[in-house]
């Protein structure tokens, strides 16, 4: 059974083997990071890579819903 589920931290050690297992079991993720366009480059088949700031959760919470 696949689920979507958010990533903080994904650009990291742990972080980018957690979403590369996710990704190889089917699981659709999003990536919330302060950097995208790295995240991009570092973690192929996330389904968006969201702009994190956690001190303006309006750029992001709309994301939360729906999620696993």
């Known amino acids: 059974m696949s689920r979507k589920i958010i990533v903080t931290g994904a650009t ?3 972080g980018k083997e957690l979403c590369k297992q996710l990704i190889s079991r089917g699981d659709e993720i999003s990536i919330f990071t302060a950097n995208p366009s790295k995240a991009e ?3 192929k088949g996330a389904k968006e890579y969201i702009f994190w700031d956690y001190q303006k959760p309006e750029g992001w919470q709309d994301y939360i819903n729906g999620q696993d």
């Open 41 to 43: 480059l570092l973690i």
């Open 12 to 14: 990291g050690l742990i």
